[in-house]
């Protein structure tokens, strides 16, 4: 979907360790990432170079991923720092968090304090990510919100009931139709279609795996490492309509990737005045398509405590009945992607 990027390589990786087909998933590497990057400007001890070369953080690339989103009217991108101690911070690292993140770190009051942050910066998609800050002393957090008009809109009157085959039940889902010239391409084993959004530097990518088991679908999101050679056909294409909401606590996928230091000790000591533990890292995304455009969000929080390709230059059809990706992505790499099993 762009150039192979540290966030499509991560993409890759997390689709054999997180659950993406018992139900409908939306999961985003950008908010993880740009959390992590957060946390690796607190210090450059043991646990964060553990960090960055097991998870191959590039913070530059990172860095140069949000400068563009920012440029983007149609995504909004946010992190922050809330501390119990906010006069020990040190003065060059808030001045460095002000440059880099445009971040003014706030003291630790209460939850509401955290929740209404959270809340703010993803249009109230997700308005809870802690019920208490009881024993926190510092929290890093990242925000991303996107909403988008397709660029052709599907004509709801054209919307109908269909079944989806899920893989364990059949369900009857508002399936959205529409027929226009799109970027498309046929390889061995998928569909790919690429839907480009009003005024947006990202586009909707869906991978509809040819053959409908697990195996199939999990393997299909290779694709998104590619750049395909798309090429605009007149495609009928019949999409169902979601909403997603998806919850993650994040630590066991750090552990699965070799990340264990900084759950032990992170010296912060010249940053933050003090040695941090993240106890647990959360996201919380939520994402919405319908026949006028998409929005999705995403929160992430850490607290202390290549297939050969066959082309078709005729009237296609693809029928997303059976589980598929759809993946939100940029030319510096994905910033969601979401399993649509509809189970």
Not at 104 to 112: G, I, K, M, R, T
Not at 120 to 129: L, P, Q, R
Not at 264 to 275: F, G, H, P, S, V
Not at 285 to 312: S, Y
Request: aromatic share 10%; net charge neutral; hydrophobic share 40%.
């Amino acid at each position: 979907m762009s150039n192979t990027s540290t966030l499509n390589q991560h993409t890759q990786k997390v689709a054999g360790m997180l659950d993406f087909t018992s139900k409908s998933t939306c999961y985003s590497p950008f908010s993880l990432m740009h959390a992590l990057s957060l946390l690796a400007k607190c210090s450059n001890d043991a646990s964060i170079q553990e960090l960055v070369q097991k998870l191959e953080l590039n913070e530059a690339q990172i860095q140069d991923f949000v400068a563009q989103l920012k440029k983007d009217a149609s995504i909004a991108v946010a992190s922050n720092i809330f501390d119990a101690n906010i006069l020990g911070l040190n003065e060059d690292f808030k001045k460095l968090m002000l440059k880099q993140y445009d971040v003014v770190p706030e003291q630790l009051v209460s939850a509401a304090q955290v929740n209404g942050w959270c809340s703010k910066h993803t249009n109230n998609k997700i308005k809870e990510i802690v019920d208490s800050v009881e024993g926190m002393e510092t929290v890093l957090i990242s925000a991303i919100h996107f909403k988008a008009a397709w660029d052709f809109k599907f004509n709801t009157y054209l919307t109908c009931k269909m079944p989806f085959n899920g893989f364990t039940k059949q369900s009857e889902v508002n399936m959205m139709n529409a027929k226009f010239k799109m970027d498309y391409v046929k390889t061995r084993t998928a569909q790919v279609v690429r839907l480009p959004y009003c005024n947006s530097t990202l586009s909707a990518y869906i991978i509809l795996p040819l053959a409908k088991s697990q195996k199939d679908f999990k393997d299909a999101l290779s694709l998104a490492n590619l750049q395909p050679s798309f090429s605009k056909c007149e495609t009928a294409l019949s999409l169902p309509r979601f909403t997603i909401s998806s919850s993650f606590n994040l630590e066991d996928l750090l552990q699965q990737f070799g990340v264990s230091k900084i759950f032990n000790n992170i010296d912060c000591a010249e940053t933050l005045n003090k040695q941090l533990r993240m106890q647990k890292i959360i996201q919380k995304t939520f994402i919405e398509t319908n026949e006028n455009g998409t929005e999705a969000a995403a929160v992430t929080a850490m607290f202390e405590d290549n297939d050969d390709i066959e082309f078709n230059q005729n009237i296609v059809k693809m029928v997303c009945d059976h589980p598929f990706w759809f993946i939100l992505s940029g030319k510096r790499g994905v910033v969601f992607v979401s399993s649509i099993t509809l189970s």
